[in-house]
C-alpha cells in the first residue's frame, strides 16, 4: 500500500502547557473524521511531514505535534520540566484541548513507541488502539547497544571512531560525555553545534541499511543531541522498567519492524509481542529503523487497515 499524498494542516497552533513550554501542534485530514494521534521519536526529532501520509486523510482526523523542546516548540531543546511523565500528561492535554474522548488509534515510532506504550499504560481507558514502529524499550541494554564499543559499533565502526574522537578527553561513558559536554555549551554556540552533528549523524548513519551519505542533519542536531543525551542518561524517566508493564494492556497492537534495524534490534520488538496479549508482528525484510526506508510508510498503512477490519476504528 502506497503512502498517501503529501498533505497540508488544516490547522495549527501553539498549545501551552505549562512550565514556560509551548507545543507546536497541527490537525490534517478530515476535521470530522477518526481521531489518531502520531509521536515522533528521538527523543527531540520532531514530526515530519511524513508523518502525515500515514493515514487516509478522507477518513482520519490526524492529529501531530512536537515534544516538548523538539521541533517548532518551544523553548527549543528545553530539558527543564522535561521528563516522560511530562510526555504522557501533554498528550492527554492535547486530547482534552481538542475535545476528543478517545484516541482511535495512537501511533508511535522509536522512542515514539516508548511514549506511546507509557501513555496507554497510564490513560488506557483513552486509547482503541495502537501501532508501533521500530519498538525501542529504553531498557539499559538498548541504549548501552547504541552507546558503547559492544553494540552497532561493531557494524559501524568508522562512524563509531567519529563519534567518539569527537569528544573532548574525559572520564565516563561516551553518553554521559556527551551529555555533559553539551550541557555545558551554550544554546547552539560553536561547539556545542559541533557535538550536537556528531551525535546524530551517528544515529542517522544506522537508521538505514543502506547508509546515507551527505545527510544534511543541522535542522534538528541540537534538540536531538540536547534531548536524547537529557533522557537517556535517566534511562528515559521511566518510572519502572516498561516491558513486564505492557502485559496490562488489552487494546489491539500492531508492531512494525524492520528486520535489519541497527538503532533498535529487532529483539524488542519480539519480546514486545511475546508480551503483549493481542498484538501482531510485522516484520518487514530488507529494512532498517527509518519510516522512509523501503516497506515501513506502507506496513504501517497495512497496519492501520488491519484495524479497521478487526471493526475498531468507527
Known amino acids: 500500500m502506497a503512502l498517501y499524498p503529501p498533505l497540508e494542516p488544516f490547522h495549527h497552533e501553539y498549545l501551552a502547557v505549562g512550565d514556560g513550554h509551548e507545543l507546536y501542534l ?16 528521538g527523543p527531540g ?21 512536537d515534544q516538548r523542546g523538539a521541533g517548532k516548540s518551544r523553548p527549543r531543546a528545553g530539558t527543564n520540566h522535561n521528563t516522560l511523565a511530562h510526555l504522557v500528561d501533554d498528550i492527554e492535554r492535547i486530547r482534552q484541548h481538542l475535545g476528543v474522548s478517545r484516541w482511535q488509534v495512537v501511533m508511535g515510532g522509536s522512542w515514539g513507541s ?23 524499550l529504553c531498557r539499559r ?10 553494540g552497532a559499533a561493531r557494524y559501524r565502526p568508522e562512524q563509531w571512531q567519529r563519534l567518539v574522537e569527537a569528544l573532548p578527553a574525559g ?32 544515529e542517522t548513519h544506522l537508521s538505514t541499511l543502506i547508509p546515507l551519505t ?4 543541522d535542522d534538528h542536531a541540537w ?13 528515559g524517566f521511566l518510572p519502572e522498567p516498561l516491558l513486564p508493564r505492557c502485559a496490562r494492556l488489552y487494546c489491539p497492537v500492531e508492531i512494525v519492524h524492520g528486520s535489519y534495524d541497527l538503532v533498535c534490534p529487532p529483539e524488542q520488538a519480539w519480546l514486545l509481542h511475546q ?9 518487514v525484510p530488507g529494512a532498517g529503523h527509518a519510516t522512509s526506508e523501503a516497506g515501513i510508510g506502507e506496513a504501517l498503512i497495512a497496519a492501520v487497515h488491519r484495524l479497521e477490519q478487526r471493526g475498531g476504528l468507527a
Do not use: K
Not at 26 to 41: R, S
Open 171 to 202: 572520564e565516563g561513558t561516551v553518553l554521559a560525555r556527551y551529555h555533559a559536554a553539551l550541557a555545558a555549551c551554550e544554546d547552539q554556540n560553536e561547539e556545542g553545534m559541533r557535538l550536537a552533528r556528531e551525535w546524530t549523524r551517528w
Open 275 to 283: 508480551t503483549l496479549p493481542d498484538s501482531r508482528l510485522r516484520w
Open 45 to 65: 526529532g520532531g514530526s515530519s511531514p511524513l508523518l502525515r501520509r500515514l493515514f487516509d486523510p478522507r477518513h482520519y482526523r490526524i492529529v501531530i505535534h
Open 114 to 136: 516508548t511514549l506511546a506504550l507509557s501513555y496507554a499504560l497510564e490513560h488506557g481507558e483513552r486509547v482503541a488502539s495502537l501501532v508501533l514502529r521500530g519498538v525501542f
Open 214 to 217: 551527505g545527510v544534511d542533519v
Open 223 to 235: 534538540p536531538m543531541a540536547r534531548l536524547e543525551t537529557h533522557y537517556f542518561v535517566h534511562e
Open 141 to 150: 541494554q538498548d541504549m548501552d547497544w547504541l552507546y558503547t564499543e559492544h
Open 26 to 41: 497541527e490537525q490534517c485530514g478530515n476535521p470530522d473524521g477518526v481521531p489518531v494521534v502520531v509521536l515522533h521519536g
